[in-house]
């Protein structure tokens, strides 16, 4: 069983969901996983090459371009994010049995375990709320605390891509602790906003995007 599969409901085998960039898997899976000596895990090796390019062209545009380099950066993390979400969503619509939470919870799975490669311990608290912990996150050894704000763009698309499908509508995310911060697991909760809130998660990108210019003009000035 896939690490993705361990969820204990049995309402999970309702959830539908596609894997993004399906060609591509098809063929690692079928043509190279199946049939040559292919070592997998040196797909982290490469995936951490391309998290740390990611950091770091954000970090030298927010310091040679200020908040325009920032902004430009921030759309196109945002704009992969909505793209991977709507893959995931493409031609699916909300299992008539499954509730709202159930439908938050996992599709956090699916961005936990898939999009993001980690292992997660979830929960569905109540009707209003659910949760997880990040057991191993694949960017937790080399991401610092500030890094994961990268991360934050990605999962804000993709909120947004499964909002233009209908669902979720009402929910907020935020995380009260994390990994890279100090803490053995990260942690997050979703939760039933009241109407009209301001996303809490946009919300505190915005502070981070803030300091974030704050640091690079600092470090622009001492270079």
């Not at 040559?36 to 895990?41: G, I, K, L």
Request: glycine letters at 6%; a negative charge; aromatic letters at 12%.
């Amino acid at each position: 069983m896939a690490h993705y599969d361990h969820r204990e409901e049995e309402s999970w085998k309702d959830f539908k969901f596609n894997f993004p960039f399906a060609k591509g898997l098809k063929r690692l899976r079928e043509e190279v996983l199946a049939k040559t000596d292919f070592d997998p895990s040196v797909l982290w090796i490469w995936g951490t090459m391309q998290a740390m390019a990611v950091i770091r062209t954000l970090k030298a545009c927010e310091r040679e371009f200020g908040e325009e380099g920032q902004r430009v950066v921030k759309e196109a993390l945002i704009e992969t994010g909505r793209d991977i979400g709507q893959q995931m969503m493409e031609g699916l619509d909300k299992p008539e049995k499954l509730s709202d939470a159930e439908m938050a919870s996992f599709f956090a799975t699916v961005i936990n375990c898939i999009a993001y490669a980690s292992l997660e311990d979830p929960s569905i608290d109540s009707e209003e709320r659910v949760s997880f912990h990040i057991l191993w996150c694949p960017h937790q050894d080399y991401y610092a605390a500030f890094d994961c704000r990268v991360q934050r763009y990605f999962v804000q698309g993709m909120l947004e891509a499964v909002k233009e499908k209908g669902m979720m509508g009402d929910w907020q995310v935020r995380f009260t602790q994390t990994i890279p911060a100090g803490t053995e697991t990260c942690h997050f909760e979703l939760w039933r906003a009241p109407a009209g809130e301001k996303s809490q998660w946009e919300k505190y990108s915005e502070q981070l995007e803030l300091k974030a210019l704050e640091i690079a003009a600092r470090d622009k000035k001492e270079a």
